[in-house]
């Protein structure tokens, strides 16, 4: 399958989970589940600075779920769009931020999963140059986790050609 018809199978699907649990064989027989185990792996000759990302992580255990690109827009709207759904969004990048990464928290907690448990994320923004109102935000919901992320600038987003930017994230949960 194509990587671009991936990318519209999950975002037509919306919130997906899929199972990489890890079991073992208990002394009955019986099958149980590993805890899910996340290691951030820095490589060897990283110099001694933060970064406010993992360039890797290793995940064993767990169940993954794939969250579909939000934005600052309402995650259910009418489809085809209507321009009106979106003219009470903030202008700002700050402001679209934080209701991007509200609907993101939304996303994460129907899953019952939180941002601990992000270890991806793809962020597609349309002006870079306004980068650090959207790390402000990021890193107020995230906190001291850094999960492995790809920011990306993109010409303009699909929903609607206000929006500033995009999110999607890969969590991996208990």
Request: aromatic content about 10%; glycine content about 6%.
């Amino acid at each position: 399958m194509k990587p671009y018809l991936l990318l519209i199978l999950f975002a037509s699907i919306g919130l997906l989970t899929s199972c990489n649990q890890v079991s073992e064989p208990t002394n009955n027989g019986q099958m149980t589940l590993l805890a899910k185990e996340m290691q951030v792996i820095h490589y060897p000759e990283a110099p001694d600075t933060w970064i406010p990302y993992a360039p890797a992580i290793s995940v064993t255990g767990g169940t993954t779920v794939y969250l579909a690109g939000v934005t600052a827009a309402p995650t259910y709207h009418q489809h085809p769009h209507v321009a009106e759904e979106f003219d009470i969004i903030p202008t700002d990048m700050e402001g679209q931020a934080r209701l991007a990464m509200e609907n993101v928290k939304r996303g994460l907690d129907a899953a019952g999963a939180s941002f601990s448990d992000v270890v991806f994320s793809t962020r597609y923004l349309t002006d870079t140059t306004e980068q650090e109102d959207f790390f402000r935000v990021w890193q107020e919901y995230f906190g001291e986790h850094t999960p492995a992320t790809t920011t990306v600038q993109v010409v303009r987003l699909a929903t609607d050609p206000r929006l500033l930017l995009e999110i999607n994230v890969i969590a991996v949960k208990d």
